[in-house]
């Protein structure tokens, strides 16, 4: 008998690249959510031992270089447990888009074969070790909801959820290699590849990135993680106590929270190197500004990009508009923790 569970996808509310670490990754510090679109995971234990990953889209990797594979592996030898892992995928979210597919694939796997094997992983933080050691964004699917992502992103801490904002989601055809956009941004940055916390841009403009690399002084990359904190945990603390901005008192209330995030300037860096590499994911994010969102990023290092609605007649009407200009264009909601965790198994 199979168990099938939703493998929900993140957004990145705001995502900063600090300085490149001796183990190679960078320092990251995002808010990641989660929202409604998602896959779907069968897994089953049959007779026999090893992993098998079915997919019909010839783009998702059937070997050990899957994400699931590698969760499922650890997990079976953690569990003790002998047999067969079939592993079935029914891809709805894009490959390589910026919205962790692969990554909540692989979680969603893991839960699946506790429940499969009616056996359970030893506590929390055991789990989270094993997601992370897979890869830097699993983590935050264990936890869902509003989530504070730091060190390489793998170290995650819940936050209070934000209202359920509407969003439209546009996936390009394109497939952007997260490793190589990290590349770019040390090669654009000039950030020292032994781990340096080189300095990368002008503290003229503090919103410029490395493509404006500089005559003046500059930002040292944790200048620029600190920069983001601030803004995120002005932004967030006004969220929750409900005082953002309130220079338009006739808006809603989801109105005012979101022209606040506009305010604190929150962006996510991978835009500085993905944009000029595939212009038309800058068209996008104008689209979707012109079409009524409030908020609009790039998503992870991309392909996608998100938007953010005050309601959810305002984001239906923006995906239909995208969709009309031809881009692949959904309308869908931010979910929080308790929808997170009552939907991966819920019906
Ligand atoms: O952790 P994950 O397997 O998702 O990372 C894929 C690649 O992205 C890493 O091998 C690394 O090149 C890059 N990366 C990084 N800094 C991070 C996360 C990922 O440089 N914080």
């Known amino acids: 008998m199979s168990v099938k569970v939703r493998s929900f996808a993140k957004i990145n509310l705001g995502l900063r690249i600090g300085a490149k670490r001796a183990d190679g990754f960078h320092e990251l510090l995002t808010v990641y959510q989660t929202i409604g679109l998602h896959d779907v995971i069968r897994v089953s234990v049959e007779r026999g031992s090893g992993v098998e990953i079915r997919c019909e889209d010839p783009r998702v990797p059937k070997d050990e270089s899957n994400t699931c594979h590698q969760i499922v592996r650890k997990a079976m030898a953690m569990l003790r447990a002998k047999g067969k892992v079939v592993i079935e995928v029914e891809k709805r979210l894009p490959v390589q888009g910026g919205l962790g597919g692969a990554s909540s694939n692989a979680v969603a796997a893991m839960l699946a ?68 956009a990290f590349a770019e941004w040390d090669r654009r940055s000039g950030t020292d590849p032994c781990g340096a916390d080189t300095p990368v841009r002008a503290r003229s403009d503090r919103r410029s990135g490395p493509t404006q690399v500089s005559k003046l002084t500059l930002d040292s990359a944790s ?33 005012n929270l979101l022209l606040a995030l506009v305010r604190t300037g929150i962006q996510n860096d991978f835009e500085q190197v993905v944009f000029p590499e595939y212009p038309e994911l800058r068209e996008v994010k104008r ?55 009552r939907r991966i198994f819920g019906r």
Do not use: N
């Open 113 to 180: 074969l506790e429940r499969a094997l009616k056996k359970s992983l030893p506590p929390a933080a055991d789990r989270l070790e094993i997601a992370a050691d897979v890869g830097s964004d699993l983590p935050l699917f264990l936890i869902g909801g509003t989530v504070l992502g730091v060190g390489r992103g793998e170290q995650v801490y819940p936050l209070q959820d934000l209202p359920a904002f509407h969003c439209v989601i546009v996936t390009p055809e394109v497939g952007v290699s997260t490793p190589k």
């Open 223 to 255: 200048d620029r993680m600190v920069e983001l904190g601030r803004g995120l945990s002005a932004w967030l603390s006004g969220t929750f106590l409900g005082q953002a901005y309130s220079g338009a008192p006739r808006r809603g209330r989801a109105e």
């Open 287 to 341: 689209a979707l500004l012109r079409a009524g969102a409030k908020y609009a990023s790039l998503s992870g290092s991309g392909s996608t990009l998100y938007g953010l609605f005050a309601s959810r007649a305002e984001a239906v009407r923006g995906a239909k508009r995208l969709t009309e200009q031809g881009w692949t264009a959904q309308a869908t909601a931010l979910l929080t923790r308790p929808q997170y965790s």
